[in-house]
């Protein structure tokens, strides 16, 4: 399927900005800046493949409903395609063709060998029994028996998903091939092949990125005062672990909105309590409630989005009051909002950059699982901050060099590589 004949209906996203469009836009100003031929553009506009899968499920009150799948290959010039799978109502194709395509330059900045790819099912996870979605995994995956595998393209959790889905999908495609094959996915169990440090890697690699960039400015981590939306596997792990790092958290909140306080909040007490409390934020004890639109507006040295893409538009942003903006989600801030932070003097550190460190640690899995050895968590979380720091650096340095922002300095990096992969392969046939 093309596009291009997708129908108008799934240009909606939450904000009503298209995320596949947003894409294409960075990938246009990348393009500009390195002077790529419009060819190249061209290829690399599109995805090679975008796969779209009915998945019919037996509910357990014995009534049958069909959900709607999708799995985009971006681009595997440079390697498998690589990239998670997100349980959301909001997924459409077009917007896993954006997270498609933003894999490909993640993974290509940070020098790892893969391509980009991202899959989705338009569901929310929490109406389903967990035998519901195991039966939607397994049917999803077996859908793309053909279109998945370790040297293929490697799905790892994302928004609604986690090691549980990943478990599922690697049991369906290993009894579907007839042998274990713990490579097709990556965000494993450690059980089954997982590795150390996977789970909070994302968040790792965002306290890695906000350290850097503090320092850079010629301020410390220890102090400063952050904010963060989103409480999941990135917004929980980068709260915990800025925490730990002397960062005072001020402000956390999830879907159903969030919860504040001027001295700072206790981190592991939270997630206990969190987790106590039926995953409910409200009411922790000497916190005060805030929505995400008052949370988005806090005073504070870091805002860390960590939830899902086009939160920070045009409407919000002048109400931004941090002077960092760390994207640890794919797509929070829109290309019309980028524009005016920058033009404010915020510093912004983007997604490809700021929430690599999760597929960094994916393709350490990988690399493990094929060598058949297991690292200790230690040596796991050195590699992923070793290339996470390089790449910083890379990013800094083009930026000054080229006089231009951290996104278009990281697009360029990551664009540029995969252009010139493309062009030293050439055009089949
Ligand atoms: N999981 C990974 O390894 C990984 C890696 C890189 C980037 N990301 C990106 O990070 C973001 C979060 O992913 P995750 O894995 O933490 O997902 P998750 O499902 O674990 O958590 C998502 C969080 O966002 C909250 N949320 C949802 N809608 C919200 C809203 N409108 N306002 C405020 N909060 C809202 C949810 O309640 C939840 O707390 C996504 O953009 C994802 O693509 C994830
Ligand atoms: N979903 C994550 C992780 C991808 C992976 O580990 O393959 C991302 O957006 O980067």
């Given at each position: ?131 519901e979605l195991e039966r939607i995994t397994r049917r999803y995956t077996s ?287």
């Amino acid at each position: 399927m093309v596009l291009s004949s997708l129908p108008s209906l799934e240009t909606a996203s939450p904000a009503h900005i298209c995320p596949f469009d947003q894409a294409c836009s960075y990938l246009e100003a990348a393009a500009k800046e390195l002077h790529l031929n419009q060819g190249v553009i061209e290829i690399l506009s599109h995805p090679r493949k975008a796969i779209t899968v009915s998945i019919p499920v037996k509910l357990d009150n014995g009534e049958v409903q069909v959900l709607v799948g999708h799995r985009v290959q971006h681009s595997d010039i440079l390697g498998p395609y690589k990239g998670g799978t997100r349980y959301h109502p909001s997924v459409t194709l077009r917007e896993v063709s954006a997270l498609a395509m933003l894999m490909t330059w993640k993974c290509a900045l940070l020098g790892i060998p893969y391509g980009g790819g991202k899959g989705g099912i338009a569901i929310d996870p929490t109406h389903y029994s967990v035998g519901e979605l195991e039966r939607i995994t397994r049917r999803y995956t077996s859908e793309l028996i053909k279109d998945i595998g370790p040297e293929v393209d490697i799905p790892a959790p994302d928004v609604g998903t986690s090691a549980r889905e990943m478990a599922w999908m690697m049991d369906t495609y290993s009894m579907n091939v007839g042998h274990a094959v713990p490579g097709v996915v990556t965000g494993k169990p450690l059980s089954i092949g997982g590795s150390r440090g996977r789970e909070m890697a994302t968040g790792r690699g965002v306290m890695i990125i906000v350290r850097e960039a503090l320092a850079t400015q010629g301020k410390s981590v220890k102090g400063a005062q952050v904010v963060i939306q989103g409480f999941g596997n990135v917004g929980g792990a980068a709260a915990l672990l800025l925490q730990e790092a002397g960062a005072k958290i001020l402000a956390v909140s999830d879907a159903h909105g969030g919860i504040f306080s001027p001295a700072g909040l206790d981190i592991p007490a939270l997630k206990a309590y969190y987790a106590q409390n039926r995953r409910s934020l409200a009411g922790f004890p000497g916190s005060l409630p805030v929505t995400n639109a008052q949370l988005l507006a806090l005073p504070c040295d870091v805002l860390i989005p960590a939830a899902l893409e086009n939160q920070i538009t045009e409407e919000n942003c002048d109400r931004v009051q941090a002077e960092m903006v760390v994207e640890a989600a794919n797509g929070p801030v829109t290309l019309a909002a980028d524009l005016a932070l920058e033009a404010r003097g915020v510093t912004i550190l983007p997604d490809i950059l700021a929430n690599a460190g999760g597929v960094v640690v994916s393709y350490l899995e990988w690399v493990q699982g094929l060598s058949y050895l297991f690292w200790d968590e230690e040596r796991v979380n050195r590699e992923m901050e070793q290339l996470m720091v390089n790449a910083y650096q890379k990013v800094v340095q083009q930026s000054k060099q080229r006089q231009i922002t951290l996104r278009l300095a990281a697009y360029t990096i990551g664009v540029g590589r995969v252009a010139q992969a493309l062009t030293d392969r050439g055009l089949y046939p």
